[in-house]
Each structure stands twice: as structure tokens, then as C-alpha cells.
């Protein structure tokens, strides 16, 4: 988990837990405080099971705490079929938690996630967020999923 400017980019290459979502929670706080609204990307690298109802409760909670400050959510998926379908369902569950509806997309790759969110976030939040330094972070968080702050080494 980490986050890029005020984009939040979180790797589930585990499955989601309490503990994942204690520290999902508190990147979220830091972001929050820091910029007021961001968004966030949610990347699966591979197939993970659906977090239990309890989890998905938990998650909706934290949503429901930023609620107004979250712009947009990315989730990017390779692939097709039920498991997107199923990512689907999950985002529609927390709209219905939230009593609003989510600017979400289930996105194929970086470069989709990039075209989509890159401009949309820029206009929502009046701050310009490049879309090439953006698919850097995407990538970087790819290879480092563990590491917090991802600012800096995109620049370097």
C-alpha cells in the first residue's frame, strides 16, 4: 500500500485481513489529512478470494469515513468472467453501504486506469496529476507492493 500525490494505490497480493485493513485505514487517514480528496486504485494481480462478509463490512466502514473526500476508485483486473463479476458486485455492496453511488471502473490494465483516472481526478480535485508519472507509480507499486510512500523513487 502506498500512494502517489493523492492517489492511493493498494496491491492485493494477499488475501484481504484485519490487519490489511487496519493499515488500508491509516493510509487513508494520512492521505486524507494531507490532500482533503483523493482517490484510489485497488490492484489484484491475480485471482483472490472475495473477503469474507465481515471484511467486506469492515471495508465499507472505512469507506463510509471518507465518503466525501473519495473521488474516484480504479480496480484494475486482468481478465474477464466471473471474477470481475464478482469485483463488481463487491464495489455495488459498498454504494449500497455508502447510499451513494461510487465513480468506480473495473479497469483491464494500467494504461486503462490511467486514461480514465488521470483527467477525471485532475478535474475533480483541481489538481493536475500526470498521467505518465501516474502509470509509473502503477508499475512500481507492481514490483514493491509493500513499500508506503512511493513518491519520491517515481521522481528519482
Not at 3 to 32: F, R, T
Not at 99 to 126: F, M
Not at 147 to 156: L, N, P, Q
Request: negative net charge; aromatic residues 6%.
Amino acid at each position: 500500500m502506498g500512494h502517489y500525490q493523492d492517489v492511493i494505490i493498494i496491491v492485493w497480493g494477499i488475501d484481504a485481513s484485519a490487519h490489511l485493513l487496519d493499515e488500508y485505514a491509516k493510509v487513508l487517514a494520512q492521505v486524507a489529512s494531507t490532500h482533503g480528496m483523493f482517490s484510489i486504485i485497488h490492484i489484484a494481480p491475480g485471482v483472490r478470494p472475495l473477503p469474507s462478509g465481515e471484511l467486506r463490512a469492515e471495508f465499507a466502514a472505512i469507506a463510509q469515513q471518507y465518503a466525501e473526500q473519495l473521488q474516484l476508485t480504479a480496480v484494475l483486473i486482468a481478465g474477464s468472467g466471473f471474477w470481475i463479476s464478482a469485483v463488481r458486485s463487491v464495489i455495488t455492496s459498498v454504494q449500497v453501504v455508502l447510499r451513494r453511488k461510487l465513480n468506480a471502473r473495473v479497469c483491464g490494465s494500467s494504461d486503462e486506469v490511467v486514461t480514465w483516472l488521470a483527467p477525471e481526478h485532475s478535474s475533480q480535485t483541481g489538481r493536475q496529476l500526470d498521467g505518465a508519472q501516474l502509470k509509473a507509480a502503477i508499475d512500481w507499486m507492481l514490483d514493491h507492493p509493500s513499500v508506503r510512500e512511493i513518491s519520491a523513487a517515481v521522481r528519482g
